[in-house]
């Protein structure tokens, strides 16, 4: 099956490192011109250079998804590139404590950046999909947002309202043309699990049917093909990328 993505502006968030960055490059080897967006701006400076050295189309752009300004810097983007077809809601934090110890901060902070800005996000991108009647949402979740996970209680519970979103999104905007559809990782190897111990890891790995942790690379290649027209009849889905920790 051939990903063709050409002539498709795709914003992804997050993509300055881990399965951003992934997801951004294998956007961009499919022929989408990607909007690589980061707080700063030097990780997706080179995220993108990579993209355009292999061929592709891409632009760094700098966006804190929880910044006061988000909206107007989204609209000044569809301005500035005509369109957002496809989006990937991937920016994310954890904050984690057990709940009994777990600050307001920490439950606050995660909501913010995990949900809050997914809505503010979105609503913008959305409002030009309907009009041009064609859009492909696709928002990272987790399966910890659908198994739950010890100390993760706020995080959970973000990455839970990412999937009722979702649902309920793709049921609104199905009739113009615009999918709607959430990924949800299994324990990915990056960043936000380097932190786990080796024991730790291994523990992981014998729950995993596939035993071993997935690669960014494995979530990269979900996200192209819901992005892509083959994917047209799918919407409202959660699609585990998990090797088999969550059925
Ligand atoms: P990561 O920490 O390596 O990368 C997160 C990205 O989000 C970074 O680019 C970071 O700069 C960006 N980000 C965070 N806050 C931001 C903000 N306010 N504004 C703009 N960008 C911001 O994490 P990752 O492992 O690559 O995770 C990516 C997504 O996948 C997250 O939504 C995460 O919850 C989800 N996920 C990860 C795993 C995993 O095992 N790694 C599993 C399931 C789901």
Redesign the pocket.
């Known amino acids: 099956m051939n990903i063709e993505l050409n002539g498709k502006v795709a914003l992804v968030?997050?993509?300055?490192?881990?399965?951003?960055?992934q997801i951004a490059k294998r956007l961009g080897e499919c022929g989408a011109h990607v909007l690589c967006?980061?707080?700063g701006l030097d990780?997706v400076t080179e995220v993108a250079g990579a993209i355009t050295a292999a061929g592709g189309k891409a632009t760094p752009v700098e966006?804190?998804?929880?910044?006061a300004d988000v909206r107007d810097r989204i609209k000044a983007l569809i301005e500035e590139h005509k369109q957002i077809d496809i989006l990937v809601n991937?920016?994310?934090?954890?904050a984690d404590d057990l709940f009994i110890r777990m600050k307001p901060e920490a439950w606050d902070t995660v909501i913010r950046?995990?949900v809050d800005?997914m809505f503010h996000i979105t609503q913008e991108v959305v409002k030009k999909m309907i009009r041009t009647k064609w859009g492909r949402v696709i928002n990272?979740?987790?399966?910890?947002g659908l198994m739950g996970n010890p100390g993760q209680v706020n995080?959970s519970a973000s990455?839970a309202a990412i999937v009722g979103f979702t649902k309920s999104l793709a049921l609104e905007i199905g009739s113009r043309n615009v999918t709607v559809n959430a990924i949800?990782?299994?324990?990915?190897?990056?960043?936000?699990?380097d932190v786990m111990t080796d024991d730790a890891k291994a523990a992981l790995e014998s729950r995993i049917a596939i035993k071993r942790?997935?690669t960014?690379d494995d979530?990269a290649h979900a996200v192209c093909y819901l992005a892509s027209e083959q994917a047209s009849y799918i919407t409202g889905t959660v699609l585990n990328v998990s090797g088999g920790l969550y059925m």
Do not use: H
């Open positions: 968030t997050g993509a300055s490192r881990g399965i951003g960055e967006a980061a707080r990780k966006l804190d998804i929880t910044g991937n920016a994310g934090i954890t950046t995990n800005s990272i979740t987790s399966v910890v995080y990455k949800a990782p299994g324990f990915i190897a990056t960043a936000m699990t942790l997935g960014p979530v």
